[in-house]
């Protein structure tokens, strides 16, 4: 499905011609097929917010609807990994492009080349549903990496197997209440806007010991709980912030540099591989994953960064991990919407 462009302003271009399309989808914008969503639907008429700088777009372009969400994609390879705002995956194009990232570029965020060994942890014939493990992969030294039936499927493990596989390759088939058979792949996606379901919300009871002892005493926090930094600029939020990721009792980090300095990014990228986990005595980065949307970076994509970082600490939550989201910061996301 295909439309043309009749306005371009900024980030945001209208399209017509869109008559099959659905809000939220992802669609391809231009010769370059630059990422855009859109955000409204108005009879044919589409307006697309574009993930990428815009200039040289220009009325009679063509638009194609992908007809999915904006998703990312979630399994092994996800730790130590470095991000844009829509999950692209930054040492990967550096290695293509170079230091520049060309517009429409598109590099899937999990490699489809690396093969995980991958370690059953059910039998076939076992009932299972959304959620439960039926494997495991040792990700990292650090994190062992639980691969889940995907959210919505319930039935039984037809067949199972123990082996080295990428992440589209099937490693388990499930035969679900109608008969139908589904093939199960250590990689599924979910739509960065739905929130990854739950049974029980737990209300936080824990604390978190973030290793400073003045946030311990002064402003304890929960495992669970939510805290903000505010201050002026130049106060030490960004500094308190990488701390906090260093230091913090939690299993899993996921870093979203939301809108802030490049050099800010940089320290983090420098400095975590290099300092290690006082519980495992492995480097930071092997539990951490960086989403790096910079300042001078598209503000489009900045919007979507908390989304994509929220959707990937849900998923380690799914797994039973202590997850700490850091998103510095939170007033350049607010400029950003």
Same mark, same amino acid.
């Given at each position: &499905?295909? $439309?043309?462009?009749?306005?371009? #302003?900024?980030?945001?271009?209208?399209?017509?011609?869109? #008559?099959?399309?659905? %809000?939220?989808?992802?669609?391809?914008?231009?010769?370059?097929?630059?990422?855009?969503?859109?955000?409204?639907? =108005?009879?044919? /008429?589409?307006?697309?917010?574009?993930?990428?700088?815009? #200039?040289?777009?220009?009325?009679?372009?063509?638009?194609?609807?992908?007809?999915?969400?904006?998703?990312?994609?979630?399994?092994?390879?996800? *730790?130590? =990994?470095?991000?844009?705002?829509?999950?692209?995956?930054?040492?990967?194009?550096?290695?293509?492009?170079?230091? !520049?990232?060309?517009?429409?570029?598109?590099?899937?965020?999990?490699?489809?080349?690396?093969?995980?060994?991958?370690?059953?942890?059910?039998?076939? $014939?076992?009932?299972?549903?959304? +959620?439960?493990?039926?494997?495991?992969?040792?990700?990292?030294?650090?994190?062992?990496?639980?691969?889940?039936?995907?959210?919505?499927?319930?039935?039984?493990?037809?067949?199972?197997?123990?082996?080295?596989?990428?992440?589209?390759?099937?490693?388990?088939?499930?035969?679900?209440?109608? +008969?139908?058979?589904?093939?199960?792949? %250590? %990689?599924?996606?979910?739509?960065?806007?739905?929130?990854?379901?739950?049974?029980?919300?737990?209300?936080?009871?824990?604390?978190?010991? /973030?290793?400073?002892?003045?946030?311990?005493?002064?402003?304890?926090?929960?495992? $669970?709980? !939510?805290?903000?930094?505010?201050?002026?600029?130049? /106060?030490?939020? !960004?500094?308190?912030?990488?701390?906090?990721?260093?230091?913090?009792?939690?299993?899993?980090?996921?870093?979203?540099?939301? $809108?802030?300095?490049?050099?800010?990014? !940089?320290?983090?990228?420098?400095?975590?591989?290099?300092?290690?986990?006082?519980?495992?005595?492995?480097?930071?980065?092997?539990?951490?994953?960086? *989403?790096? =949307?910079? #300042?001078? &970076?598209?503000?489009?994509?900045?919007?979507?960064?908390?989304?994509?970082?929220?959707? *990937?600490?849900?998923?380690?939550?799914?797994? +039973?991990?202590?997850?700490?989201?850091?998103?510095? /910061?939170?007033?350049?996301?607010?400029?950003?919407?």
């Amino acid at each position: &499905m295909s $439309g043309k462009i009749v306005k371009v #302003s900024g980030p945001l271009v209208v399209a017509a011609g869109l #008559s099959d399309a659905n %809000m939220a989808d992802v669609v391809r914008v231009g010769e370059q097929k630059l990422i855009g969503e859109i955000l409204n639907m =108005n009879g044919d /008429s589409a307006s697309i917010q574009v993930y990428e700088e815009t #200039s040289g777009l220009g009325p009679g372009a063509v638009v194609e609807t992908t007809g999915a969400p904006l998703s990312v994609e979630l399994g092994p390879g996800l *730790i130590e =990994n470095i991000y844009d705002g829509i999950q692209r995956p930054l040492e990967e194009i550096m290695k293509i492009a170079g230091a !520049t990232i060309r517009r429409g570029m598109q590099v899937p965020a999990l490699s489809r080349e690396k093969k995980w060994d991958f370690t059953p942890a059910v039998e076939a $014939g076992a009932a299972v549903s959304g +959620g439960d493990v039926i494997g495991t992969v040792q990700e990292t030294a650090v994190v062992l990496h639980k691969i889940m039936v995907p959210v919505g499927l319930k039935g039984t493990i037809e067949s199972i197997q123990a082996g080295s596989f990428t992440v589209l390759d099937t490693v388990a088939v499930l035969r679900d209440e109608n +008969g139908d058979r589904h093939e199960l792949t %250590m %990689m599924q996606k979910w739509p960065v806007r739905v929130g990854r379901p739950y049974k029980h919300k737990y209300p936080p009871t824990a604390p978190l010991c /973030s290793g400073q002892r003045i946030i311990d005493t002064m402003f304890p926090i929960a495992k $669970g709980g !939510t805290a903000a930094v505010p201050g002026p600029f130049g /106060s030490g939020k !960004t500094v308190v912030q990488h701390q906090l990721a260093k230091w913090a009792d939690v299993d899993i980090v996921i870093y979203i540099g939301c $809108g802030e300095r490049g050099n800010e990014m !940089t320290d983090v990228l420098r400095e975590f591989p290099e300092l290690k986990d006082p519980r495992t005595g492995e480097s930071l980065m092997k539990r951490t994953v960086l *989403i790096a =949307n910079t #300042s001078d &970076m598209p503000v489009a994509a900045r919007e979507a960064s908390i989304y994509t970082g929220i959707t *990937i600490a849900e998923y380690f939550r799914d797994m +039973g991990y202590d997850v700490a989201v850091i998103a510095d /910061s939170t007033s350049r996301w607010a400029e950003a919407l």
